[in-house]
């Protein structure tokens, strides 16, 4: 695959939350090469709820 291919998607809300808690609880085992890809996850989050609410948002079981 060539480096300049872009895939467009885009992600509903539930997709983005819970990509942001998978990649959360398997952070030490991810590639490196995913940080990017990470951090932009979790900013959606962050965006999209308050402090306060986020940190519940992390801090439930699911």
Request: net charge negative; with cysteine; charged share 25%.
């Amino acid at each position: 695959m060539s480096t300049k291919t872009c895939v467009p998607y885009s992600f509903t809300e539930q997709e983005i939350k819970s990509l942001a808690l998978l990649l959360r609880k398997h952070e030490a085992v991810l590639d490196n090469k995913l940080d990017a890809f990470r951090l932009f996850i979790e900013n959606a989050v962050y965006q999209a709820m308050t402090i306060a609410e986020a940190e519940d948002f992390y801090n439930e079981e699911h």
